[in-house]
């Protein structure tokens, strides 16, 4: 992986074997960024994508595993209680040129991912939401 950063924006490359998630945050982390929005494209080997059940507040995940092209990814990075948490999702597109998508678990990059990191002037940490589940956005 490299990245190179221009005024509030970070490009990073990530290389074939790196884990998406696992690149970014070590990014975010060593430049410091406490609130951010992240778009992508590429390709990936692997893929595990969720889908959240509000009713049940549960995830259920499958992973693909070939030759992916990566449709999008969108996001953002921020905090919670203070720490590194990320929300991502991500499109992909088989051989067969059907699309797959959900919430980002893991993603391998299998030739190369171009991911474009907008920096956010400010935090925002995130609370659980008791009646729906998931980890929200605290505004105020």
């Known amino acids: 992986m490299d990245y190179r950063r221009f005024g509030d924006k970070l490009l990073l490359r990530m290389d ?3 884990e998406i998630l696992t690149g970014l945050e070590k990014v975010v982390r060593q ?14 080997s692997k893929v595990t994508a969720g889908l959240y059940n509000v009713e049940k507040q549960e995830y ?25 948490y990320s929300h991502l999702h991500i499109s992909v597109s088989d051989h067969n040129f059907q699309v797959w998508g959900g919430h980002l678990n893991e993603a391998v990059v299998s030739g190369t991912c171009e991911l474009i990191l907008t920096i956010i002037p400010g935090s925002i940490d995130r609370q659980k939401d008791p009646q729906v589940g998931l980890n929200v956005w605290k505004l105020k």
Do not use: H, P, R, W
């Open 60 to 84: 259920s995940k499958t992973t693909l595993t070939g030759d992916f092209e990566i449709v999008s990814l969108t996001g953002t990075v921020d905090t919670m209680n203070g720490e590194y």
């Open 31 to 44: 430049e410091g960024i406490t609130l951010g929005q992240v778009q992508a494209l590429g390709a990936v």
């Open 16 to 18: 074939k074997g790196e």
